[in-house]
């Protein structure tokens, strides 16, 4: 072959590969960091929660909600120990009785805010929803009103879990992306829609009707908190 038939097909080459580089898929962006958040940094807007003496939190009461005020968070994470059922028991605000823990995203107030769940019993999924009422924001006004379920674009079985197993789950949100990971695999993965940005808030945790010990992990940690308002209901 000729010198100026190796140079266009050098040529020819060249520009395929450099097609086949702009064509590739952005990479995605990395996960933010993260770190423990202490009681003291926390709103705990309903239940009970308290600090071990190794800084762990600790829950025991039949339902739990906390925020972390001033925090910007798009990502949070648990990692949890199920201790078995809280000492009394109460339905949610449908009715259902059901014992799961789980992450609070854009969480702007009781009415308005993103929620990715793990259910405990009776059924072991993960359930994500997001809950919207405009122009509410306590409990007494929205009660169990708004929820919308989010179906994944993709998921897989949640294990079942047990009594003193230890758990992880994180939950990040990049726009409307949500992905939840549970013990280090993605369980769900799909998008929430654009109503989410109706409203914003920090990131939180919820418990319903489990006892739990347990670190949660944040964003933008705000100074300690003064003072907060609960939300009766809740």
């Known amino acids: 072959m000729t010198r100026t038939p ?3 097909l050098y040529l020819a ?4 590969s450099a097609g086949s580089r702009a064509q590739s898929p952005a990479p995605a962006r990395p996960s933010p960091p993260l770190h423990r958040i ?5 709103c705990v807007t309903n239940g009970e929660v308290t600090e071990s003496p190794g800084g762990r939190l600790m829950i025991d009461t039949p ?4 925020v972390v005020p001033g925090s910007s968070s798009a990502a949070a994470e648990i990692r949890f120990r199920y201790l078995g059922p809280s000492q009394g028991s109460k339905p949610l605000a ?3 009785m059901r014992r799961q823990i789980g992450l609070k995203l854009r969480a702007q107030d009781s009415c308005n805010l993103l929620y990715a769940m793990w259910h405990i019993e009776p059924d072991s999924r993960l359930a994500v929803s997001v809950k919207r009422n405009p122009g509410q924001s306590q409990h007494a006004e929205c009660g169990a009103r708004g929820y919308v379920n989010i179906k994944p674009a993709r998921s897989v079985t949640m294990p079942r879990i047990q009594v003193n197993e230890w758990h992880t789950l994180r939950a990040e949100l990049q726009g409307t992306q949500l992905t939840v990971v ?3 695999h993605a369980v769900w993965e799909g998008t929430v829609g654009t ?3 109706e409203f914003d808030g920090p990131p ?3 418990t319903d009707n489990a006892r739990c010990e347990l670190e949660y992990l944040a964003g933008g940690e705000g100074p300690p908190v003064r003072a907060c308002r609960p939300s009766p209901g809740d």
Do not use: N
């Open 6 to 8: 190796r140079l266009f």
């Open 13 to 16: 080459l060249s520009g395929i």
């Open 38 to 42: 202490g009681l003291s940094s926390l």
């Open 63 to 66: 339902s739990s909600r906390a």
């Open 94 to 96: 449908s009715g259902e």
């Open 182 to 184: 549970a013990d280090g």
């Open 195 to 197: 109503a989410i940005f």
């Open 204 to 206: 939180g945790f919820r």
